[in-house]
Each structure stands twice: as C-alpha cells, then as structure tokens.
Nanobody
Framework: QVQLVESGGGLVQPGGSLRLSCITSGFTFTLYPMNWYRQPPGKERELVASISRAGGVTNYTDSVKGRFTISRDNAKNTVFLQMNSLKFEDTAVYYC?????????WGQGTQVTVSS
C-alpha cells in the first residue's frame, strides 16, 4: 500500500523559508519520478515541481522558479521541497506524489501559510 507522509509546513512571514519533506513507502521509490503539488484555498490542486528518478532533472512551475528547489534522497525514500522567498500566494496545502500516480492516493498534505 502506497503511503505518502508530508511534513514541514507552518506559518511563515513573507520572505521566509520552509523545507517540506515527504516520506514514502509501499512502492519502489527509485523507479518513480516524484512531484510536489499544492492546493490553495478554494482552488484546484496544481503541480509545483517535478524531479526525475535519479534526481538529475527538475522542473518547476513558473511562479516558483528561482525560489523553490525539489530534491530527493533515494536511500531514505524521501522527497523534499525547499521553499525560499515565500510569498502570500504560496499559501496552500502541499502534497507529494509519484509519477504516474497509478493507484496511489494522496497523503494528508502539509499546510503552508504565508502571512505577516
């Protein structure tokens, strides 16, 4: 059974930083690219960042380029999202998932709130 456990969110002021973690289990982590998504209040879930199986290729949505960094530790079955220079519009619940999702559900997500 695929399990995804996100953590690291919190309340941060604009310009601040957070590092999200997603610990996975129930599948062979090294066989899957991984994505981070977010769902702002009242909006649809959106793709934020992607990373290849070995971690050598990453992609970002335009709104986070230069501020967010996705990485992974294949020895620990964990994917990370380093978020710097946070903005109000980054407020959302953040989720990770494998690519393709297949039969994987969603974790509980981790809330990121950017507020002064």
């Amino acid at each position: 059974q695929v399990q995804l456990v996100e953590s690291g969110g919190g309340l941060v002021q604009p310009g601040g930083s957070l590092r999200l973690s997603c610990i996975t289990s129930g599948f062979t982590f090294t066989l899957y690219p991984m994505n981070w998504y977010r769902q702002p209040p009242g909006k649809e879930r959106e793709l934020v960042a992607s990373i290849s199986r070995a971690g050598g290729v990453t992609n970002y949505t335009d709104s986070v380029k230069g501020r967010f960094t996705i990485s992974r530790d294949n020895a620990k079955n964990t994917v990370f999202l380093q978020m710097n220079s946070l903005k109000f519009e980054d407020t959302a619940v953040y989720y990770c998932n494998r690519v393709p999702r297949g039969g994987a559900g969603w974790g509980q997500g981790t809330q990121v709130t950017v507020s002064s």
